[in-house]
């Protein structure tokens, strides 16, 4: 695979309209941002994924510290692996086939009962001359546990509950795009 004509500063990234992904390295972790594409030389973060420490067992947001890119069915794919006390995690990340919203899909294989699962974001400070843009999160699949977004302060979160034992892999589907108005 070659990066021919790729920025450095996009290897890290998945463009979907003007709604972007950056992977970026915190502390043993790989988290992500959102970012918003303001205009063509101008790009400013909406949201930052909010990640555990090296010693946590179950963080706010899946424990992912490896990151592979690779093309699939013609979209740029983040592939993504690590692991918290016992229990692994998985996720990849890409673009619906319009390459207009992110599609984020999480697993985690549990090897005790689960404290908390979920993914969590808080919002980045915005500028106070430009529109926020208005974005629409939904859950588009969820195994082995219920799970609900919860919106509060600058905080935006996909929480699970009611987790179905003896399941061994929860797993969770989520899309976060623009909301255009009607």
């Known amino acids: 695979m070659t990066n021919a004509g790729v920025r450095d500063a996009d290897l890290n990234r998945i463009v979907a309209g003007r709604l972007i992904v950056e992977f970026v390295r915190q502390a043993d972790r790989v988290g992500h941002r959102l970012l918003y594409q303001v205009a063509a030389d101008w790009v400013v ?77 808080r919002a980045a400070t915005w500028p106070a001359d430009v529109p926020r843009p208005a974005l629409e999160w939904s859950l588009d699949h969820a195994r082995g546990a219920t799970f609900a977004w919860q919106t509060g ?18 797993c969770w589907r989520y899309t976060i795009r623009e909301a255009y108005p009607c």
Do not use: K, N
């Open 45 to 121: 973060p909406v949201f930052q994924s909010i990640e555990g420490s090296p010693d946590e067992r179950w963080p706010a947001s899946p424990a992912l510290q490896h990151l592979h890119f690779e093309t699939q069915a013609g979209r740029r794919v983040a592939l993504l692996v690590g692991m918290a006390g016992r229990s692994h995690w998985s996720a990849s990340v890409s673009t619906d086939e319009a390459g207009e919203a992110l599609i984020f899909d999480i697993a985690c294989r549990l090897h005790s009962p689960a404290e908390r699962l979920g993914s969590e974001y």
């Open 153 to 170: 302060g600058d905080l935006q979160q996909l929480c699970a509950s009611e987790i179905a034992a003896p399941v061994t892999t929860i």
